[in-house]
């Protein structure tokens, strides 16, 4: 089974009920990158988003 890497942005943002989940990495990252910055107007980097915010589930 293959694995994937999850965000789930109430970890992050108790009223945010995002979710990504993606068995590519990438696609995980940047579409983590694009919600943080788009809704919460923050800004990561894929490093601190992978280290911070992605789950291999």
Do not use: N, P
Not at 9 to 31: G, H, K, N, P, Y
Not at 34 to 47: I, L, N, P, R
Request: proline content about 0%.
């Amino acid at each position: 089974m293959a694995k994937a890497h999850k965000l789930d942005c109430e970890a992050a943002a108790a009223d945010c009920r995002f979710i990504i989940q993606s068995e590519d990495e990438e696609e995980a990252v940047e579409l983590a990158r694009k919600h943080m910055k788009d809704v919460h107007g923050q800004e990561y980097t894929d490093e601190e988003l992978r280290a911070d915010h992605l789950q291999v589930v």
